[in-house]
């Protein structure tokens, strides 16, 4: 399930270029293209699922895939004994941008937070 308008849904679906460092069955991750720190990577279901609000039961095999994926790629950022922040985004307040949920995994020296 893709939606054509979102611009996630075209980066998992290599309509336009991400710089990916993961992809599989369920989940894709991805550089963010204005990074607030040294790691800033996000991780999203390759459905589109618009937010938090509107992951439903039949997803739950995705947050469990997302969590482990981010922890497969702090390993590999060299983030994991450091320490790393991860922030989801959910509706006006939280200044959400991109309606295609994800997960921002954030690491490193001089992390700049909160974002914007
Ligand atoms: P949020 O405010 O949680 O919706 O965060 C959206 C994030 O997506 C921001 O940190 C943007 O820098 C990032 N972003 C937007 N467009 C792209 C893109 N084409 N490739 C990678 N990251 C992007």
Known sequence: MTNPDCIFCKIVAGDIP???V???DLVTAFRDINPVAPSHILIVPNKHIPDNNTFTEQDEHIAGRIFRIVKL?????????????????TGPDSHQE???MH???IGG???KYPMG
């Open 18 to 20: 991400g710089d990916i």
């Open 22 to 24: 993961h992809k599989d």
């Open 73 to 89: 790629l702090a390993e590999q950022e060299g983030i994991s004994e450091s320490g790393y922040r991860l922030i989801m985004n």
């Open 98 to 100: 991109v309606m295609h």
């Open 103 to 105: 997960m921002h995994l």
């Open 109 to 111: 020296q001089g992390m």
